[in-house]
């Protein structure tokens, strides 16, 4: 009996050791289940996962435990923990981001409005309640000022159209008058304005200000004074070489120059600084204006930009032989250079008042109405536009004064004539032309390689001076569809949003444009007095250019017969 007791009792011990273990695995089981859980679904609060326990061990769980599976701070559950806290904290909205250099939003599809423009960002005023620019405008308030404007505009400047009456003493009151300062302004002869620019020097919010200023009975528009950039890829320090430069085979410029060399032919180049006294531009010159006031010395961009379209010593530019009006709207020496939409109206108005015939435009910014404007009347008076694509890549919006339709847009293309990565894309593409390693002059004699799109439209605007050349006569719409029939096809066949036509083709295109004899002979290149280039407003061919539209029969009787081709 003692021995079947003893047996009674161990049997028993080991049954209650047994149960023991079996209860504690039970638990265990529990707790690892819902750690797994919470690692599975680390969004969804945990108090609502806990686990279902089945109810013959219901009773014998502490109601602590879903606690307890979330609080230890052992093993890989105080690594579950930490997880959970970083994915469920809410993340910044970075709604915009910077193209460098083109200082340019990108913006998600609920921040852009019809035209793709970008709009403003969420106010960050704590409620949640994010509201776009177009939105919150009309509101009146004044912690709402989209953060597309600190990089698309100078910062508290107007453009304005003001009445034309009114002396600079009544523009400088009615700015007082508004809390404003009156930096300039002056009559824009190309649009038929009086422009000025004003700054807020009362430190209110500038939404408010419009709207006064706006309503003031001699205030005709009111906009931003928005900002440009030059279209280079980097700014850098010019290196020294000599690669060859294939973009003489690719554009077919040799073959081009047995035929014309853009003799007589003026181009504007609206850019930063250019150094006049380089070799490659020694006597193309005939004209310069500094629309900034400054005296900044040249700059590589604008250096290089002349450079592509007449550059005749070591290097071959696409025009070698025409005429550069060298006007100045971008400021620095070194680095990037930006303008303004106050000053590009000024260098438009002087480039179509002072006998330009092709105006290259080497920037980009946003959409600008007064600009388009100053583009429009441009246009309209027989001047040839060419502008740069943008630097600002595949997911930029369309960048202006190129997205205009009355200018030639030009994207950038490398010597495998592959697309240049950061070329924007787009409907409005026309062209395309290399611009990706350019050799080009740089200031003090120096030389540069660089890329972007700048490059491809200073050559496309070469090529342009080619073909005017060749028939002095030709429109602008003529010498459009002569560049885009007699392009060279790339990417998918047809038209594309990436080369727009295809690549530049210098010789088809001048082969393509019959010669006209009674091209005018202007006076000699090679000087660089502003008396000398009043003079040739006065030469036969001038006229016609500078007429307000070559459609109407008023101004076609201001034109003499003897400056009609013969053939005409």
């Keep these: 009996m003692t021995r079947k007791s003893e047996n009674g009792v161990r049997a028993g011990a080991y049954a209650s050791s047994v149960g023991a273990a079996l209860l504690l695995a039970a638990c265990l089981g529990v707790e690892v289940a819902h750690a797994q859980a919470i690692m599975r679904t680390p969004t969804i609060s945990v108090p609502s996962r806990t686990p279902t326990i089945s109810p013959s061990i219901a009773a014998r769980v502490s109601p602590g435990v879903t606690a307890r599976a ?325 997911k930029s919006p369309p960048l202006y004064p190129a997205a205009n339709p009355n200018v030639i847009a030009v994207s950038a293309t490398d010597q495998q004539d592959k697309l240049f990565s950061a070329s924007n894309r787009g409907n409005y593409i026309a062209l395309a032309a290399p611009g990706v390693d350019i050799f080009l002059p740089a200031p003090d004699g120096k030389y540069q390689i660089t890329s972007g799109t700048s490059f491809s439209a200073a050559y496309v605007s070469g090529v342009a001076a080619l073909l005017l050349e060749r028939n002095y006569a030709l429109k602008p719409e003529a010498l459009r569809m002569t560049l885009a029939k007699t392009a060279r096809d790339l990417g998918s066949p047809g038209r594309d949003d990436l080369f727009g036509d295809g690549e530049a083709d210098a010789f088809a295109a001048v082969m393509a444009v019959p010669a006209d004899s009674a091209t005018p002979v202007a006076a000699a290149s090679g000087t660089t007095k502003r008396e000398d280039a009043e003079k040739r407003r006065d030469e036969p061919g001038i006229r016609a250019i500078e007429q307000p539209s070559l459609s109407s029969a008023d101004d076609k009787s201001a034109i003499s017969q003897a400056d009609r081709p013969a053939s005409r």
């Design 70 to 394: 979330v609080s230890v701070g052992r093993g890989p559950r105080a690594i579950t923990t930490a997880r959970i806290s970083a994915r469920t904290v809410p993340k910044p909205v970075l709604p915009y981001a910077r193209y460098s250099p083109n200082l340019y939003p990108a913006c998600t599809a609920p921040y852009r409005d019809a035209d793709g423009e970008c709009l403003a960002q969420p106010n960050a005023d704590g409620n949640g309640a994010g509201k776009s620019g177009k939105k919150s405008a009309n509101k009146g308030r004044g912690d709402s000022t989209p953060v597309a404007a600190n990089l698309r505009t100078f910062a508290n400047e107007f453009v304005a159209e003001i009445d034309s009456a009114l002396s600079a003493t009544e523009a400088d009151e009615l700015a007082r008058r508004h809390g404003l300062t009156r930096v300039s302004s002056e009559n824009f002869p190309l649009i038929g304005a009086t422009i000025g620019l004003f700054r807020i020097t009362d430190g209110r919010p500038f939404e408010t200000v419009r709207r006064e200023f706006a309503a003031d009975g001699g205030v005709r528009s009111v906009q931003p004074n928005f900002r440009y950039v030059l279209q280079d890829q980097k700014s850098s320090v010019p290196t020294e070489g000599d690669p060859a430069q294939y973009v003489l085979a690719k554009l077919r410029l040799p073959q081009a120059h047995t035929l014309a060399h853009g003799a007589n032919v003026t181009v504007a180049v609206i850019d930063s600084g250019i150094d006049a006294r380089h070799p490659e531009l020694a006597n193309s010159i005939a004209d310069n204006f500094d629309a900034l006031g400054s005296t900044d010395g040249p700059h590589v961009h604008g250096t290089g930009i002349a450079g592509a379209i007449v550059a005749h010593a070591r290097l071959m530019g696409s025009a070698p032989e025409a005429r550069i009006i060298a006007i100045r709207a971008f400021g620095g020496t070194t680095g990037g250079a930006q303008s303004s939409s106050y000053i590009i109206l000024r260098s438009l108005n002087y480039a179509a008042e002072h006998g330009a015939q092709i105006v290259n435009m080497s920037f980009a910014g946003p959409k600008d109405a007064v600009i388009e404007r100053a583009i429009a009347a441009t246009a309209a008076r027989g001047l040839v536009l060419i502008a740069a694509a943008g630097n600002a890549g595949a």
